[in-house]
């Protein structure tokens, strides 16, 4: 591998910035700077570089392959100033044999030095991202290698079920004393069950992920904007006794017990000759249908503006001109109704799993497949253990690429360049 550097904090002024290289070469550049390289532990060095004076710095080595990117790693904890980290950056810069690192490379030296799976890295970008404490969790989690352990355990019982099968195939013209049947379909039922149930807790985890969507709908002028205001905090929306202000979704991002909900201001639903607010009707319609919590706002003695779901908050809005359930002007329900939105995402947060992405779902829906598939041709072709093997080995190849043992490459650029270049 090359030797490369980089910059691992955020470029702007700060106490301390850090600078890590990492490869073969990283404590010969190191040695560049600094003489002798210090040991395994933190050291005050003076950084020169023919003969100029660069900084004073805290300096850390990282002998391969016990860090994290597996090969040897040097740190470089200098003053935080522009002036100093350009300075530095320059004279690395200069030296034979080290490079700048792209975006996301140190990580993927970790991946291809079996430091890290596919999926620690993706949850090492969700935990660089994560921006509440539920996403931090989840990040964590699956950082710590659950998927990976997970996938592992399933992988070894079906590893177990082809060894029984292929025994069996190898000695069929013999007498077999043990029917390897039974213990084949309880080992593959086993898997279907944890796959099933990985899969269905994908589908809350990716909403921790990318955050969960509220839609605040009703009729023209009945206080959705209003209501966003007080839910923000601040005046995001326009609020107007006219009614169609609103043409297009307003969206405002939130923290709700950790968990990330972004509200949703929707056009008022009517029937309109003007073909703005039209287009804006439609948008708020499919926005509305797409999130995944919906607040019906309606005035008293009115009826909704859409049909009413079996999960959709229904309340009756301005409370403080007439009877209501909520009131954006004066502040009354609002408690109430944050902490029944908190309550209804939480429920559903709860469910999830350990896979959290779009790929780790398909993969994991591949193998249900493939292992349906098996478990049938059991039932009714218990002789085809030639086929049985084939559709059980593509069962594991969906477990293999679900942790990047094989067939990544079509995913690995896309992964690392949404990774910071000191990442």
Not at 26 to 42: G, S, T
Not at 62 to 68: A, D, I, L, M
Not at 346 to 368: C, D, K
Request: charged share 25%.
């Amino acid at each position: 591998m090359d030797t490369i550097f980089a910059p691992a904090t955020a470029r702007g002024k700060s106490g301390v910035s850090v600078i890590r290289i990492s490869g073969p070469e990283a404590f010969v550049a190191l040695e560049a700077l600094c003489k002798p390289v210090p040991p395994r532990h933190a050291s005050l060095r003076r950084l020169k570089y023919e003969g100029r004076l660069l900084d004073e710095a805290v300096v850390l080595t990282f002998p391969g392959p016990n860090s994290f990117t597996g090969e040897d790693v040097a740190e470089l904890h200098v003053h935080g100033s522009l002036a100093v980290v350009d300075a530095v950056l320059r004279a690395l810069g200069e030296l034979s044999d080290i490079r700048p690192a792209e975006a996301g490379e140190f990580t993927r030296q970790a991946l291809e030095n079996d430091r890290l799976d596919l999926a620690q890295v993706e949850s090492l970008a969700d935990l660089v991202e994560a921006e509440t404490e539920r996403q931090r969790q989840q990040a964590l989690r699956v950082f710590s290698g659950a998927v990976g352990a997970q996938a592992e355990v399933w992988r070894s019982k079906l590893i177990r079920a082809v060894a029984l099968l292929e025994a069996a195939i190898d000695f069929a013209d013999e007498e077999v004393p043990t029917d390897v049947g039974p213990e084949v379909r309880e080992l593959l039922e086993d898997v279907l069950q944890g796959l099933k149930q990985a899969h269905s807790g994908s589908f809350a985890a990716e909403r921790i992920r990318e955050g969960f969507e509220v839609a605040i709908v009703g009729a023209p002028n009945v206080g959705k904007s209003t209501l966003l205001n007080v839910l923000a905090g601040r005046d995001a929306a326009i609020t107007s006794e006219i009614a169609g202000t609103t043409r297009d979704v307003i969206e405002v991002r939130m923290d709700l017990n950790g968990l990330p909900v972004t509200f949703l201001d929707t056009a008022g639903i009517r029937e309109t000759e003007d073909e703005v607010e039209a287009i804006g009707v439609d948008r708020a319609l499919a926005r509305a249908g797409g999130a995944d919590l919906r607040i019906l706002l309606h005035e008293n003695g009115e009826s909704p503006a859409i049909e009413v779901g079996e999960d959709d908050i229904v309340l009756v809005s301005k409370a403080d001109i007439g009877g209501g359930d909520i009131s954006a002007a004066t502040g009354a329900g609002i408690d109430e109704l944050v902490s029944r939105i908190t309550g209804i995402l939480e429920n559903r947060a709860s469910t999830a799993g350990v896979a959290v992405r779009e790929r780790h779902r398909i993969a994991i829906r591949s193998a249900i497949e493939g292992l349906e598939s098996v478990l049938d041709q059991l039932k009714t072709s218990p002789d085809m253990a030639e086929l049985v093997v084939s559709e059980l080995r593509s069962a594991i190849f969906a477990l293999d690429s679900l942790v990047g043992r094989i067939d990544v490459e079509n995913v690995l650029d896309e992964i690392f360049s949404s990774f910071c270049i000191g990442k």
